[in-house]
């Protein structure tokens, strides 16, 4: 087994194909020298990698807006010029592994590690910086800052952008080199009306009297154009599920791998948590229509732990461990794997509460 020595991190990434442009869900190992990644076959990882990745000589881009539809993406181009583009589920696993690879990139280079980290805490803005022209690049049709409708509040808001969508954009379009110093940028343009808070989470921290602070490098918080600034309350579109389902806080995040309700076979999907209504609700991560494929209220559901010993009932197929169960107040049983014990600890943990 390639993987004996040493692994760094693994989890589950979405990974471009190189042949067909289709996007499938991988389990990732990273090593010293290489990212391996695996097929998982009926909720079990296959014992022998479907590919590797050498990292000698790789250069990482993070963040990648490449795919407009995919703001969590690694961009990895090989000493071979071979591009891999990997995608993760929110924004925190998607700096946590590029740091990671990062590391392993130049592990045999400590002149270059310590420059990262020179890099990475020293702040300086770019010399005689416009934010003029930083705004007329926002604005750009192509490769400006890609506008989303979003709710907060139960209010929905068209053209606003998320705080930290537009800390990748400043950084990836090279005006800042660390997210602190984009969060910083961020902020004066807001100090010079450019742009505008919405909804409640930015506008709240705009009272904070560092300016680093008031702007916040965040996935749920809401800016906007400040010309661009009425609220849009149109009628609903074609959503599948009741709009307030989707307008809880995320408490939590991440792949899990279900098993499906009519054919039994297990898929990983991309799990997103919500309190305030409370609601879980399951994303098939291949596609880019950001919609769920299924989700539920978790008002007097039961979540418990399925034994590790023997399959329990109700479960098909060669599943790896970590099982547990989620039965809605309707009779209906979830079964879903996390990727270790301490995984589905911490989703037990953070789904009880809100039953």
């Not at 990482?60 to 990997?86: A, G, Q």
């Not at 209220?297 to 169960?325: I, T, Y």
């Amino acid at each position: 087994m390639e993987e004996e020595a040493g692994v760094l991190k693994e989890g589950f990434l979405v990974k471009r194909g190189h042949v067909v442009r289709n996007w499938k869900v991988r389990w990732f190992v990273l090593l010293q020298d290489k990212l391996l990644y695996y097929k998982i076959e009926g909720g079990k990882k296959e014992p022998s990698p479907k590919g590797r990745i050498l990292l000698d000589g790789c250069t990482i881009t993070c963040p990648c807006l490449e795919y407009e539809n995919r703001p969590l993406l690694i961009k990895l181009k090989t000493k071979t010029n071979t591009d891999y583009f990997l995608e993760c589920c929110s924004r925190e696993e998607r700096d946590s592994w590029a740091l990671d690879i990062t590391g392993a990139i130049h592990a045999g280079h400590p002149v270059q590690v310590q420059e990262l980290h020179r890099m990475k805490n020293s702040f300086k803005l770019l010399e005689n910086i416009s934010l003029h022209n930083i705004v007329e690049r926002m604005y750009d049709s192509s490769t400006g800052i890609k506008l989303t409708r979003n709710l907060d509040q139960g209010n929905r808001y068209k053209e606003t952008f998320t705080g930290s969508a537009l800390v990748d954009w400043l950084i990836s379009n090279g005006f800042a080199v660390s997210r602190f110093e984009a969060v910083t940028l961020a902020s004066m343009l807001m100090d010079e009306n450019f742009i505008r808070p919405v909804g409640v989470r930015s506008t709240e921290a705009t009272r904070s009297s560092d300016l680093s602070e008031k702007f916040l490098d965040d996935s749920t918080a809401l800016y906007m154009f400040a010309e661009s600034s009425k609220k849009n309350t149109s009628s609903k579109e074609e959503v599948p599920f009741n709009i307030s389902e989707l307008s809880g806080t995320i408490v939590k995040q991440g792949f899990l791998v279900k098993q499906g309700h009519k054919r039994k076979n297990w898929k990983v999907r991309k799990f997103v948590l919500r309190a305030d209504p409370a609601f879980l609700h399951y994303y098939d991560p291949t596609k880019e229509d950001n919609k769920p494929v299924g989700g539920f209220s978790l008002r007097g559901c039961l979540v418990s732990a399925l034994e590790d010993n023997g399959v329990p009932a109700g479960v098909k197929g060669n599943v790896q461990g970590n099982l547990f169960k989620i039965i809605t107040k309707n009779d209906i049983h979830y079964y879903i794997q996390a990727s270790s014990k301490a995984e589905r600890v911490q989703w037990i943990e953070a789904i009880k509460p809100l039953t």
